[in-house]
């Protein structure tokens, strides 16, 4: 099965909502789907959403890569879907990310700043500018600030409703104080 990789432009038609626990609510539900969907198919890639815009680069097997595309031109969170790069690949470049996540970083605004642009419009990227893009979501160190929100929630003990830590040791330290004052005084308990 032939390689191939593919890199497309979209503008989000959702409502931006405020960006909660590091990324955008409809941006963290689109990764979550992308990443449990892509490890199935084998597909690898990156992601970078900003100013309402996607920049989202594939790679993996071509039919595969082609279906995935049809179904996000498809997808009415997207809208003004354009293909930046779509050409064969050698081999995979982004072997262990099933979706990696670029927020808002340093990096890419160096690059808007380097390009003289005043917003990310990924749509209006030269054939230059979307190499470096890719090379930007490749490198990226800030993969990790997005969390599975679903993953968490399920693996995170359980909040106590009841007393706070901080309190628990306040109360005991008082019982301490008074058991050992009663102690003090000859009083039996």
């Known amino acids: 099965m032939p390689l191939m990789r593919l890199a497309y ?24 789907e992308s990443r449990r969907n892509n490890a199935k198919n084998q597909l690898v890639g990156g992601l970078y959403y900003g100013d309402n815009r996607f920049f989202q680069y594939l790679e993996g097997d071509e039919r595969a890569v082609l279906e995935l595309y049809q179904r996000i031109k498809a997808d009415p969170r997207h809208r003004d879907v354009i293909t930046l790069i779509q050409e064969p690949l050698p081999k995979r470049t982004f072997t262990d990310w099933s979706m990696k996540y670029v927020p ?11 390009h003289g642009l005043v917003e990310f419009q990924p749509a209006s990227f030269d054939a230059a500018q979307c190499e470096e893009m890719v090379e930007l979501i490749r490198a990226s160190r800030h993969d990790q600030k997005v969390v599975n929100h679903d993953e968490a929630t399920r693996h995170r003990r359980p909040e106590s409703r009841g007393i706070s830590r901080g309190m628990m040791a306040g109360l005991l330290l008082a019982s301490a104080c008074v058991i050992g004052g009663l102690v003090a005084t000859g009083v039996s308990l």
């Open 9 to 32: 432009a979209s503008t989000a038609t959702f409502e931006a909502e405020p960006v909660k626990r590091g990324i955008e609510p409809h941006v963290a539900r689109i990764l979550m």
């Open 104 to 114: 808002l970083s340093g990096d890419v605004q160096q690059f808007l700043e380097r």
